[in-house]
């Protein structure tokens, strides 16, 4: 579902970040092919390959789902505007539409034994739509980590080395260049050249 047409900005997530264009001479099937060789040194085949890119193309599509605000029996509720990419994001995650839609549009409850289906407003549509998103990525970051940590494990390793692994630093606001001369940003550039001496 993200083929060689496909540009960024036509995913809602991605269409105003200016960091996803294609800098000059770029050559995207080349940094694809790359960037397969390169989970394949890592134990990633083509059938985990066509997984994690359904799961990442899954959590596009899903920023891409619209809902319509619509009264339904005299309270607020919404309906999908766009069902083609609920119908991609439903085949992408092999579930049925129908239980993706229900998840997305509804929550359930239950009350004295009795099964009560209560429909989402427009915000908490979209706010569970997002949070889907989020847990897919997260997940699947998670599971990527895990992964790889298990690649690099030496399962002969003796005494107190335990094998190789990865571990993920993120330093909150090293993005953030607008505070000049804080103490956040002291912070931040200690960690960083402590960090430089390992590496």
Known sequence: YLNQTWVPQACSKLENKSNYEMSE????????NRLRQSMEMVGFYSGTQRRIFAVLSAVLHLGNIVFNRIFRDGEDAVQVKNPEELRIVSKLLKVKEETLLEALT???TIARRERIIISHRQAEAVATRDAL???????LFDWIVLQLN???LHKEAKGHHQGNWIGVL???GF???GQQN???QFCINFANEHL???F
Do not use: C, P
Request: charged share 30%; glycine share 6%; no cysteine.
């Open 133 to 139: 998103a989020k847990s897919l990525y997260s997940g």
């Open 175 to 177: 993005e953030d260049f």
């Open 196 to 198: 430089q001496y390992y």
């Open 25 to 32: 001479g770029e050559d995207r099937v080349f940094e694809f």
């Open 182 to 184: 804080s103490f956040e």
């Open 170 to 172: 993120d330093i909150f």
């Open 106 to 108: 509804s929550r359930t």
């Open 150 to 152: 298990h690649a690099l």
